[in-house]
């Protein structure tokens, strides 16, 4: 298979706090009408993205598309689009290490970045005072988890980086890209006496969460960038950089060149404008919600137009 620039089709969930902003601002006439999250970048059988000639990443060259860094185990990477249109439920996700293999449980760490919110958004992040595991359980049990956890305010460009371990929520009225670990290991802990779509509450999973939860307070804050790079076309800014993936801002005002090396594919994700990938001689349109698999082994390329997007890599 040539090493092109590939487009990827995303993979919808339809979870009960989703909304339309998904369908509607970034053009996808082939959405839920009420859709809660777009996998763009993922290679779990929950919800595979694939590309426009329907190759799964699994089925990608690994040495020449993956690259180096991604080792032997499974494809490292997973990228969402999501709209909140209502709260999601308090939840926390479990480490490399206090995840169970056997159970099919793999460790979870991730990055918000506020694409939009709605006046007054807030998300939950981590416990504001030190709590024992019998309190905890009991908060979860009658509703009161809220009043220990740090409410935060957000406003767009926000990024937020959740360690595994870390109880969080995504509040109502947020549109977020999120990167993470490829894993859809959740442990759900209070769901506001919701029903799903059986008439029945969401089950709530309180002994693995309470296994996995890190019961100390801290004081939550956006992570900050790593600096930013002006180059002939735009600017790039690192916005998070840690042990599993790094994620780059790209925006883009004219004839911006980037490169992937062999260590790392890339993902380019467009959240606004209306650009172009140039490879080969060729041009690949970058619309708002268009969405890119970079192998590693493609080398330089550039963006021409005007556009803002996310760069994911391992």
Not at 136 to 165: E, H, Q, S, W, Y
Not at 243 to 263: I, K
Request: charged residues 20%; aromatic residues 10%; hydrophobic residues 40%.
């Amino acid at each position: 298979m040539n090493v092109t620039p590939l487009r990827l089709v995303p993979c919808y969930q339809s979870y009960l706090w989703g909304g339309q902003r998904l369908k509607t601002e970034f053009g996808r006439a082939d959405a839920p009408e009420v859709c809660a999250e777009s996998w763009e970048l993922s290679a779990l059988t929950a919800g595979e993205s694939l590309t426009e000639d329907g190759l799964s990443l699994n089925t990608l060259g690994r040495r020449a598309f993956w690259g180096s860094a991604a080792g032997e185990g499974d494809f490292p990477l997973l990228v969402k689009l999501i709209d909140a249109a209502r709260p999601l439920s308090i939840q926390v996700h479990p480490s490399d290490d206090t995840a169970i293999a056997a159970l099919g449980e793999h460790g979870k760490a991730e990055m918000w970045y506020i694409v939009d919110c709605a006046p007054q958004s807030f998300l939950y992040f981590g416990f504001s005072r030190r709590v024992g595991r019998d309190e905890f359980l009991a908060r979860a049990r009658d509703g009161t988890i809220c009043d220990v956890l740090n409410r935060v305010r957000v406003k767009r460009d926000d990024v937020f980086f959740i360690p595994p371990g870390t109880v969080h929520a995504i509040g109502e009225g947020i549109l977020i890209a999120e990167i993470q670990q490829s894993s859809n290991t959740t442990f759900r802990v209070f769901d506001y006496h919701r029903l799903g779509a059986d008439g029945k509450p969401r089950a709530l999973h309180l002994e693995r969460a309470a296994e996995t939860v890190d019961l100390k307070p801290i004081v939550p804050s956006e992570s900050r960038s790593n600096g930013s790079l002006t180059l002939p076309g735009g600017r790039v800014t690192t916005l998070y950089r840690g042990r599993y993936f790094s994620v780059r801002r790209v925006d883009c005002a004219g004839v911006l060149p980037l490169a992937t090396s062999e260590r790392s594919f890339q993902h380019l994700l467009c959240l606004s404008g209306n650009a172009e990938i140039r490879f080969g001689g060729k041009a690949y349109p970058l619309t708002a919600g268009s969405s890119y698999f970079l192998p590693a082994a493609l080398g330089a390329y550039a963006l021409r137009g005007r556009c803002r997007a996310l760069l994911s890599q391992i």
